[in-house]
């Protein structure tokens, strides 16, 4: 059974740093693109961020860049996501997910998420 | 901009009823669109890709089609465990946006 497990969130005061880690399991990592997406309380969805199966293709949502960093171990199926310079607005349950076959693609793998929330 | 439009932003109907939600594009983006299903407390789950094949194990009362900018997900014959909002998203290149959901009540 494919797994995604997320952890590494908290809450953290505005303008400091989290770093978030994705598990994979029940499937080859390194064949697959992976996508950060998040869900502030009570909205909707907001994809983040996506890195291709050997890094080299990354981007992110502009409310992000410059201040999130996604990357991947695919020695230890684990996927990143470093926030820095966090702010209010960022708070979130952070899902990573597994894109179906190509960079973009559907979602179809979705971990249970990790919360994050931004707060002095 | 790579904006996704949703309607409506909710709806109730009655089991049995046939549920359409639309989904437009501030670009063509082919065929590239892929639905989701999120009940509450739940993580999404995905429905339809391509903007029309159905993922597997998906209920064949669920269909999507459209291509370009405007895209429609149809529910034939609503069933109470259809509750749900629903979520069209745009895959063709980043950023990969999500619609802004379409509840889905039980009457």
């Known amino acids: 059974e494919m797994q995604l497990v997320e952890s590494g969130g908290g809450l953290v005061q505005p303008g400091r740093s989290l770093r978030l880690s994705c598990v994979a399991s029940g499937f080859t990592f390194d064949d697959y693109a992976m996508h950060w997406v998040r869900q502030a309380p009570g909205k909707g969805l907001e994809w983040v961020s996506s890195?291709?199966?050997?890094?080299?293709?990354?981007a992110y949502a502009d409310s992000v860049r410059g201040r999130f960093f996604i990357s991947r171990d695919n020695a230890k199926n684990s996927l990143y996501l470093q926030m820095n310079s966090l702010r209010a607005e960022d708070t979130a349950l952070y899902s990573c997910?597994?894109?179906?076959?190509?960079?973009?693609?559907?979602?179809?793998?979705w971990g249970q998420g990790t919360m994050v929330t931004v707060s002095s | 901009d790579f904006q996704m439009t949703q309607s409506p932003s909710s709806l109730s109907a009655s089991v049995g009823d046939r549920v359409t939600i639309t989904c437009r594009a501030s670009q063509g983006i082919f065929n590239y669109l892929a639905w989701y299903q999120q009940k509450p407390g739940n993580i999404p789950k995905l429905l339809i890709y391509?903007?029309?094949t159905l993922q597997s194990g998906v209920p064949s009362r669920f269909s999507g089609s459209g291509s370009g900018t405007d895209f429609t997900l149809t529910i034939s014959s609503l069933q109470p465990e259809d509750a749900a909002t629903y979520y069209c998203q745009r895959y063709v290149s980043a950023p990969a946006t999500f619609g802004g959901g379409t509840k889905v009540e039980i009457k």
């Open positions: 391509a903007a029309s």
């Open positions: 997910a597994k894109a179906r076959q190509l960079i973009y693609d559907g979602l179809h793998v």
């Open positions: 890195i291709s199966w050997n890094g080299n293709t990354i």
